[in-house]
């Protein structure tokens, strides 16, 4: 049980330090009052977690279902908290965030508002999007189907990728096509990388 609380702080602490105030009990609540998106990880991130623990089943109906249901709602955010979502995320905006439940999100990622990471029935490239790390995924941009996006890859505002991307992709247009390779690292700053690099 020690090592599932060890677990939950260093995800919090890695979500923590990617909103740039470093990483204190001063910098959490700072990040608790005033950034929603830190808000909404914390609690999807203590609900995982709990459920993990095997707390009791009325515990996590009131995280799930009341707390995090609130803020999924009051902060346009659909993030199933059992969603696979590695250390390190960083919600810039709030708003019309659909994350599938099947997703799996690399560390140090950035989402925006408007972002749709979803399952894709059929066709080509069935199934869920998997992220790599240190991804930016702009404003409206939706990543759709059983596809691969690379480590360090950026996509641009309102961009649609319906295929894998390699690491250092910069992506954009409908469908999304890749632009150059010069990678995220102007627009995804703070990560848990350079603070373990520099440790």
Not at 161 to 185: M, N, Q, R, T, Y
Request: with cysteine.
């Amino acid at each position: 049980m020690m090592r599932t609380v060890d677990g939950l702080w260093s995800l919090v602490r890695a979500d923590l330090q990617r909103y740039g105030y470093g990483v204190s009990w001063r910098a959490f609540l700072r990040q608790y009052l005033l950034a929603p998106g830190f808000r909404y990880s914390c609690w999807m991130r203590l609900t995982n977690s709990l459920k993990a623990m095997g707390a009791p089943g009325y515990v996590g109906y009131v995280c799930s279902r009341i707390i995090l249901h609130h803020y999924s709602i009051k902060y346009g955010i659909d993030m199933p908290y059992n969603a696979t979502i590695g250390p390190g995320l960083y919600i810039s905006h709030c708003g019309g965030i659909v994350v599938s439940e099947d997703v799996v999100i690399g560390r140090d990622c950035n989402l925006n508002h408007e972002v749709t990471i979803g399952v894709k029935y059929g066709g080509k490239n069935p199934g869920c999007p998997t992220i790599g790390d240190r991804v930016y995924l702009g404003p409206g941009c939706k990543v759709i189907g059983g596809i691969v996006l690379g480590n360090d890859v950026a996509v641009g505002a309102n961009a649609v990728v319906v295929h894998s991307l390699p690491d250092f992709a910069v992506a954009a247009g409908i469908p999304a096509k890749v632009l150059s390779l010069v990678g995220s690292s102007q627009y995804v700053v703070n990560t848990t990388h350079q603070e373990s690099s520099s440790s």
